[in-house]
């Protein structure tokens, strides 16, 4: 069964540093791109960040650049993002996303179930 | 940046077509994917590349993008499918999600 399950999230200060973590399985994870997409409480999705199947390529939205890095180990089948200087506008449940499709047609074929962060003092 | 806009709301009547439009600059020269989201669940794929339906997804669900407008279409609407629903495309390297549609079936 292809299946993304997140993990790490929960409640941080204002400042403060998390790390999800996402374990891929039931498909071949080192040939997908992969995502984090969040969803803060009552509003809808954002994408955050974007990785190259082979790690060589990642991509940010611009509210995240420069506090965020996204990463992945394909001997492991796991992608982390890493979180700095967290803000309250980070609040969200965070997403892995699996990305399907060539450029400019990639589409988000497999999610996983979510993991909550809350940033507040 | 790339904007793109989604009625926050759209209603209809179990039977009737529902249609869900998402707006953007040239959008019809991206591929443009469809998501449903119910409430305390993750999104699933609806529809890719304007009018793809993945594997498992209902046949009364299609999709279109022509000009500026990318449509969602759910024909014989049914009572599970009151969601909400996101529009997406790509601008450059950057995923970019419409606002949503909260679609009620009444």
């Known amino acids: 069964e292809v299946q993304l399950v997140e993990s790490g999230g929960g409640l941080v200060q204002p400042g403060g540093s998390l790390r999800l973590s996402c374990a891929a399985s039931?498909?071949?994870?080192?040939?997908?791109?992969m995502s984090w997409v969040r969803q803060a409480p009552g509003k809808g999705l954002e994408g955050v960040a974007n990785?190259?199947?082979?790690?060589?390529?990642?991509y940010y939205v611009e509210s995240v650049k420069g506090r965020f890095t996204i990463s992945r180990d394909n001997a492991k089948n796991s992608l982390d993002l890493q979180m700095n200087s967290l803000r309250a506008e980070d609040t969200a449940v965070y997403y892995c996303?699996?990305?399907?499709?060539?450029?400019?047609?990639?589409?988000?074929?497999?999610w996983g179930q979510g993991t909550m962060v809350t940033v507040s003092s | 940046s790339y904007e793109l806009t989604q009625p926050p709301s759209v209603s209809v009547s179990p039977g009737q077509t529902a249609s869900i439009t998402c707006s953007g600059d040239?959008?019809?020269?991206?591929?443009v994917s469809w998501y449903q989201q119910k409430p305390g669940q993750s999104p699933v794929s609806l529809i890719y590349?304007?009018?793809k339906r993945p594997s498992g997804i209902p046949e009364r669900f299609s999709g279109s993008n022509s000009g500026n407008t990318a449509t969602l279409t759910i024909s014989g609407t049914q009572a599970m499918d009151e969601a909400d629903y996101y529009c997406?495309?790509?601008?450059?390297?950057?995923?970019?999600f419409g606002g949503g549609t909260k679609l009620t079936v009444l």
């Open positions: 990785i190259k199947y082979d790690g060589s390529e990642s």
């Open positions: 590349q304007d009018r």
């Open positions: 996303a699996r990305l399907f499709g060539g450029s400019g047609t990639k589409n988000f074929d497999i």
């Open positions: 997406q495309a790509w601008d450059s390297n950057t995923v970019v």
């Open positions: 040239k959008l019809g020269d991206k591929y």
């Open positions: 039931g498909f071949t994870f080192s040939i997908y791109w």
